[in-house]
């Protein structure tokens, strides 16, 4: 008995390398993943820890000021975005509408650091940054050991 290893990848070296090359079922580029739209697109996030606070900055490009919806619940940071462009050209024989919409949603789980009442979140060039101040935890009294008399 013989074992033979067959790849799935198309071979220059049988007789079907055409047929191989040309069946697209088991590339990536033609996966259920990329024909879907409901992928959701995720913006890339920086978090840095400075010595009195958090920032977070997070691409966002081509979105305004009131897209935006930050909330704070739970010890967690909640965003979410979401955008709609409408543009319409008529012209004298046709009306052309073009739709565009964006959103994305995040959402952080906070350290026990963080200040509820000193969070402030600025939107520049594409750019959502979120400064997240830090309070002093109280330290845990050590543990007494009381002396029975």
């Known amino acids: 008995m013989k074992l033979m290893k067959k790849s799935n990848f198309p071979s220059l070296f049988n007789e079907r390398w055409m047929t191989d090359f040309f069946d697209t079922d088991r590339f990536f580029f033609d996966s259920d993943l990329l024909k879907s739209n409901t992928v959701p697109m995720l913006p890339p996030v920086n978090i840095s820890e400075l010595e009195k606070e958090f920032v977070v900055e997070m691409a966002a490009p081509g ?57 402030v979140a600025n939107y520049d060039n594409g750019i959502l940054k979120l400064q997240l101040g830090k309070k002093v935890l109280t330290k845990v009294p050590p543990r007494k050991e009381i002396a029975v008399h």
């Open 63 to 119: 979105m305004d000021k009131k897209d935006f919806v930050i909330a704070l619940e739970n010890g967690m940071l909640n965003i979410s975005a979401e955008h709609k462009v409408e543009n319409e050209e008529k012209e004298k024989d046709f009306t052309r509408r073009e739709f565009n919409y964006q959103s994305f949603a995040r959402s952080f789980t906070l350290p026990e650091n963080v200040s509820d009442d000193k969070i």
